[in-house]
């Protein structure tokens, strides 16, 4: 053989090579509790949810998702209970989305959308401050909060669009998101400290803020329900602009569901 011929081998060899490596290279090998679906049936995405749920949960740094369980909100949220008392909620935390179990998953690709309708057991901690009146007394006071919430329905709906990155690998990409939660009854508040020096006067007030759990729920929970749905929905956007769509999808995209960014 000659010394050219042979050049060439070489050359032609470490190309491939070259071409092979960098193509493994530049895809993050995907966690094994992803279980792509091979149709875009019910089944199929809500066994994949269900799968998926606690890996995910546990964080995935390569895709730079943090642990998830429990949340940190990294900002106060100032909610107006009825009757214009102000409460100020900080340091807080939210514990069991480990716990969310999907009832049903649908993809309607007519309409680019994902439905998620998923229950989840939450408990959410952290300090309080409240400036207002409740009943007859004036309340100026701050404490821990506490509230468990049981089976804690949520309906979401992912509007999405595929995209294609600069290899012209497909992403999913979240155009928008909506959802609503129902709250159920199963309810529990705890705020210490309530009325300043009365054990007795706090413990009255927290019975009767737990007798109206869904308005409890809703302005107490609904502010760090949305934060949580959006922090979810930012940490879905960046498993997706990690792995391609070929990855986490056994259903083949026609050129026509690809779209501009
Ligand atoms: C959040 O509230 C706490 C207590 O009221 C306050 O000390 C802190 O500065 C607030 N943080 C922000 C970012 O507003
Ligand atoms: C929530 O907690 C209840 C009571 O402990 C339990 O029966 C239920 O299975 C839990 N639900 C979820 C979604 O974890
Ligand atoms: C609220 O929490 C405090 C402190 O953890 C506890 O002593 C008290 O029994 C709780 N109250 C209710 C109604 O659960
Ligand atoms: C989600 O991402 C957007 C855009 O980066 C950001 O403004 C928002 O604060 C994030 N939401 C949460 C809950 O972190």
């Known amino acids: 053989m000659s010394k050219g011929i042979e050049f060439l081998r070489n ?8 071409i092979c490596f960098h193509g493994t290279l530049q895809l993050v090998p995907l966690p094994d ?26 964080g995935i740094p390569e895709a730079d998702i943090p642990p998830l369980d ?6 106060n949220i100032t909610m107006n209970l009825p009757g214009n008392v102000k409460m100020t909620f900080h340091n807080g935390k939210l514990t069991g989305l480990s716990t969310c179990i999907p009832d049903k998953v649908s993809s309607r690709r007519e309409k680019r959308t994902f439905i998620f309708d998923i229950h989840c057991n939450f408990t959410i901690r952290g300090q309080y401050s409240i400036l207002g009146r409740i009943l007859l007394f004036n309340l100026d006071t701050e404490g821990s909060a506490k509230i468990k919430i049981w ?3 949520i309906h979401l709906e992912v509007l999405e669009k595929v995209i294609k990155d ?11 998101y909506k959802y609503k939660a129902d709250y159920g ?24 803020l737990n007798s109206n759990s869904q308005l409890v729920a809703q302005e107490f929970g ?15 956007q960046r498993f997706f602009s990690t792995y391609t769509y070929d990855q986490i999808s056994k259903v083949p995209l026609t050129e026509e569901f690809f779209e501009e960014d």
């Open 11 to 18: 050359l032609v060899s470490v190309t491939v090579l070259c």
């Open 33 to 58: 509790f992803i279980h792509p679906c091979g149709e875009l049936t019910d089944e199929c995405f809500t066994k994949a949810t269900l799968d998926a749920i606690p890996g995910v949960v546990r």
């Open 70 to 75: 429990p949340l940190y909100l990294d900002r």
């Open 151 to 153: 089976n804690q329905r």
């Open 166 to 176: 600069k290899n012209g690998e497909g992403h999913y990409k979240i155009n928008s």
């Open 185 to 208: 009854s199963d309810l529990k508040l705890n705020l210490t400290n309530l009325f300043r020096g009365s054990p007795q006067i706090s413990a009255n007030i927290l019975e009767v």
């Open 222 to 236: 609904g502010p760090i329900l949305d934060y949580a749905i959006d922090y979810a929905m930012n940490v879905t």
